[in-house]
């Protein structure tokens, strides 16, 4: 745990939840200095999956006296579920074959029989129906994956989780909803903090009901596709919103809540993820890690993995999951080398008492977006097979 000063005039302390051996960029914690200086901060603390963002840091939780939109982000709602599967057999190819197009929005009239709307109940938050059924872009994914290592069984039995079990990991947000909220506030207040806070709580609101709603119908088009009924999620928690909190407003940018609930922390598409029982305190703004988090921006991630790796490569991780992904470029940005190691952001979490492990688990089919069109040229560079 690392304690930083904070610039002239300043009140706000500001905390990084990590190790000094973990990959933390020093212009992330600048710009959790920068987030300190700001009017009405009280306290900023960085995960130990913390890397810079647009604005403002991803992987941290800020509390203030004022509500800042800009400190939420315009993914509001963004948040990570886990829903049990059952499947006879699970080969990985030819599931992937067989999950849906997730980039086609469910449309009420033309899709009126699909069977992913009873997952609805009631009417769509906010009516947004743009995008309702879509996973969307860069981080965000859809995954079949199975329980690895059990590592507090009781917990996990508690969850109705063992070893070898099915299940869906979806990480998406509120699809467009979000970044409109943002942007009707930073039209007319920029980066300062909403006049209005409890008109900005109402549709941040919807969005994060949108967020939890639109994963819920991903994991029943996907189970569906792949001839699976859908379940509840025994996970879904949100790392993008503010809530209030003790009189403050407490801010999320990738960080989720860590106040006695179970979370999946997300590795890469060529790792396993944790699930994790938090129990963070005050000091760390009652919040965990959400991810592995970058330590290459999408450029570098692009520039390096083209030298380093074959889009085929990619699309088969060493675990021996498939990648469905017919965006090359999105492939190097997302590829496992781009993110901090899983391994040391669950260690972290560990030393500084903020999570104990529940589980892991392993990839089988990633999707990120639909497959490229049957034909399509497979990526050859001179010198490489």
Known sequence: MSAYPTLPGSAASVTVFASPTSWIESDAVDQCRQVAALPGMVHVAGMPDLHPGKGAPIGAAMTSTV?????????????????????????????????????RALHPERDADDPAWAVVEGDVPAGHLDGLGTVGRGNHFVELARIGTVLDPSHAQRLGLET???????????????????????????AGPAPDPAAYLTRHDEAVRWGALNRRVLAARVAYAIGAEPTAPV????????????????????????????????????TPSYLVAAHAGSAANHSVAHGAGRKMSRADALRRGRAKHTVEELRRTPLGSVVVCGER??????????????????????????????????????????????????DRRPGRR
Request: aromatic share 4%.
């Open 67 to 103: 509500l800042y939109p800009l400190l939420v982000g315009s993914d509001i709602g963004c948040g990570i579920a886990v829903f049990p599967i059952r499947l006879k057999r699970a080969v990985p190819e030819r599931l992937a074959a067989r999950f849906p197009d997730l980039d």
């Open 235 to 270: 996970v879904d928690q949100c790392h993008n919103l503010v809530e209030v909190r003790d009189g403050h407003y407490l801010h999320r940018k990738g960080a989720a809540p860590g106040d006695g609930r179970d979370v999946l922390v997300a590795g890469t598409r060529g």
């Open 164 to 190: 070898g079990d099915l299940v869906l990991v979806v990480h998406s947000g509120s699809r467009g909803l979000g970044e409109r909220i943002l942007r009707d506030h930073t039209e007319v207040h920029g």
């Open 329 to 378: 470029q999105l492939l190097f940005e997302e590829a496992p080398t781009a993110y901090k190691r899983i391994e040391q952001v669950i260690g972290d979490l560990v030393d500084h008492g903020l999570a104990t492990p529940v589980a892991t688990t392993v990839p089988l089919v990633t999707y990120k977006t639909p497959d490229a069109a049957p034909g399509s040229r497979p």
